[in-house]
């Protein structure tokens, strides 16, 4: 090696140049260049399909053999990711670079416990026994914050929720140590307080070895936590870049403009900006997800407007702002209208009743290992209504969507139904069937509910698809040729299918970026308005639910530890753990990021301590 190449290697930890990904005719990346420094932190963020990815498994090689075309230079720690042998890339991969991916139930082995799985990376990379390689993977549990790490390890990926699946591919990829992290979505499923947790984690480990980090993520505050940098693309190709303070702060592009103008914030704010940006000049395309023939107005009330973000959300606020008065002459005491929410419909009156659950209780498994998962918690719905549960992972709020629905029995207590009741699940990807097309899977409630009329129900079905944005033409593609916000859409479109009185939604937004969010939130607003729906928005997003929720719930260890309008519980919360999951909210201002963080690192000890104490 050259005296130039190993001074390179020195002093950029990676370096692209011209990277250029195709996928047939489809121009996934386009002259992407970027270097990153050790110790450094690039944050990549855009809409889904803007090449964030794909960019990011280039750095590992990981379009090799997949028929992808790859141009342009990519080095990572010193080695010429095209140019390198499969062993060299074995090598890299894991040893000094790692990946943390999206979805961890498709990268960890549901055969082998959680332990094994990072103890066989740890020895392919670093040798030595069995027993050093499990005390590896404990001490790495241990350090992402997973409780009683020992008997966790032993653990396989389905006895994890969510976040803890989560945080085991982060303790995998620290395992061995590298010297560049690439993290595709790391705190995707994660509830505020872990994912805080997590954040400074990486940031602690940047600080004391160097590490480089490429995070990749659609959460802009996120982003505001975590990197030095911002990298912001569109359609393959970089729209701005620049200091994390100065893009967040005083973006230049109109992508970039309206990308922020979507984010969620946990304080009201108007929709000003997204409003003025959808007529600016120099504005991103507004490409309707709806079929062709539906008008524009109808497509934006529905939320189906692409690089507008809060635009869609700002049409079916203003619409629904518009509404007249449904009961003018309801007693004071039930006021219809809560602030909390952005001018998605009023409350309806207090006598339609569509939900009460009373004193529910879910106990799992029996004598010494019985886990008590929802402890005594009561929840009254009313119709055109929407309730907002949030919490930390494991704190219950699943398993209470789930027995609202009637999906599971309640040990003890009572749910009563005013009528039909449906669910919209968090991952669309494996509640649908990828060996069914999804009209078929928009049909089933309604052939369960009798219909036996097949040219009836496919009318049926390309009605709902249109309701919801998709085109009824596609009633037979499969799943994977949607993407994540159309797969969600498909998703509301069979819970409509039973035509119900209450939805409960699970998470129905978390792997959304924040542009499908707000096509996604205001198309379940303008379903409400239309339809009288009562809403359950089970979320560990806090900015999410107070956009979209009338009351909110707060739940820890399986009790509700304090309820109320969304203003009351967020301006003024009583219980010091609400506090605490308002206080984990991302910051989209860097510096009182920081200011968190140091306070978080003070309250809780040393860095080493900080999340396994959590």
């Known amino acids: 090696m050259t005296e130039s190449v190993v001074k390179s290697a020195v002093e950029t930890l990676v370096e692209v140049a011209d990277l250029g990904i195709s996928f047939g005719e489809v121009?996934?990346?386009d002259g992407l260049s970027f270097t990153l420094a050790p110790g450094a932190a690039l944050g990549v963020v855009g809409e889904s399909g803007s090449g964030k990815s794909a960019s990011a498994y280039a750095l590992l090689g990981l379009h090799r053999g997949t028929g992808a075309r790859v141009t342009g230079s990519v080095r990572v720690a010193g080695v010429d990711v095209a140019a390198a042998s499969d062993a060299e890339l074995r090598s890299l991969r894991g040893g000094l670079a790692a990946m943390v991916f999206q979805d961890p139930l498709s990268s960890l082995d549901p055969y082998y416990t959680i332990g094994d799985q990072i103890a066989e990376v740890y020895r392919v990379h670093k040798g030595g026994s069995r027993r050093a390689a499990r005390a590896r993977a404990v001490s790495v549990l241990d350090r992402v914050g997973i409780p009683d790490a020992a008997r966790k390890s032993r653990a396989r990926p389905h006895e994890f929720s969510g976040g803890m699946r989560q945080r085991a591919l982060i303790a995998m990829a620290l395992a061995c140590e590298p010297r560049l992290l690439i993290a595709d979505e790391p705190t995707t499923a994660l509830d505020v307080t872990v994912q805080?947790?997590?954040l400074d984690l990486l940031h602690e480990l940047r600080r004391e070895t160097g590490l480089g980090l490429l995070l990749v993520t659609h959460d802009v505050g996120v982003a505001a936590e975590s990197v030095d940098e911002v990298l912001v693309m569109r359609a393959g190709r970089e729209v701005e870049r620049g200091p994390v303070g100065k893009?967040?702060?005083a973006p230049q592009d109109p992508y970039t403009q309206a990308l922020l103008a979507s984010v969620p914030r946990i304080s009201p704010t108007p929709p000003l900006p997204a409003v003025a940006l959808c007529g600016s000049a120099g504005a991103p395309p507004q490409t309707p997800i709806a079929p062709e023939g539906r008008s524009s107005s109808n497509a934006g009330r529905a939320g189906g407007l692409r690089g507008a973000g809060n635009c869609a959300t700002s049409h079916a606020r203003s619409a629904a702002e518009s509404q007249p008065e449904r009961d003018p002459g309801r007693s004071p005491g039930n006021p219809r209208r809560v602030s909390g929410r952005g001018g998605v419909g009023?409350?309806?009156?207090a006598g339609e009743v569509v939900l009460e659950a009373r004193n529910l209780r879910k106990v799992f498994g029996r004598g010494r290992t019985a886990f008590t998962a929802v402890d005594s918690v009561g929840i009254t719905l009313h119709r055109g209504e929407t309730l907002g549960i949030v919490g930390e992972s494991g704190s219950g709020k699943t398993t209470l969507g789930r027995m609202l629905v009637g999906l599971l029995e309640p040990s003890e207590g009572s749910v009563r139904r005013a009528g039909t009741v449906q669910m919209v699940f968090q991952d669309p990807v494996s509640s649908l069937n990828p060996r069914r097309s999804i009209g078929e899977s928009v049909a089933d409630p309604l052939r369960a509910a009798g219909r036996r009329d097949e040219a009836a129900v496919r009318a049926r079905v390309g009605e709902l698809l249109a309701r919801v944005g998709l085109d009824p033409d596609r009633y037979d593609s499969y799943p994977h040729e949607?993407?994540?916000?159309?797969?969600?859409r498909v998703g509301i479109a069979r819970a409509l299918a039973a035509e119900p009185q209450l939805i409960v939604c699970d998470e129905?937004?978390?792997?959304?970026?924040?542009t499908t969010q707000a096509q996604v939130t205001a198309l379940l607003a303008e379903l409400q308005r239309e339809l009288g729906l009562a809403l359950v928005f089970i979320a560990h997003d806090l900015a999410v639910v107070r956009q979209v929720s009338d009351r909110v719930a707060v739940m820890r260890r399986g009790r509700i530890v304090e309820e109320g309008e969304v203003?009351?519980?967020?301006?003024?919360?009583?219980?010091?753990?609400t506090r605490q999951l308002l206080a984990a909210v991302p910051s989209l201002d860097p510096a009182l990021a920081s200011e968190r963080r140091a306070a978080r690192r003070e309250l809780r000890g040393t860095p080493r301590q900080e999340v396994a104490a959590a």
């Open 508 to 514: 129905p937004v978390s792997a959304l970026d924040v």
């Open 346 to 349: 009023d409350l309806p009156a």
């Open 482 to 488: 949607f993407s994540g916000g159309q797969r969600q």
């Open 247 to 249: 893009v967040l702060g």
């Open 196 to 198: 805080a947790q997590i």
């Open 567 to 577: 203003a009351a519980v967020y301006g003024a919360p009583k219980d010091p753990y």
């Open 27 to 29: 121009r996934a990346v």
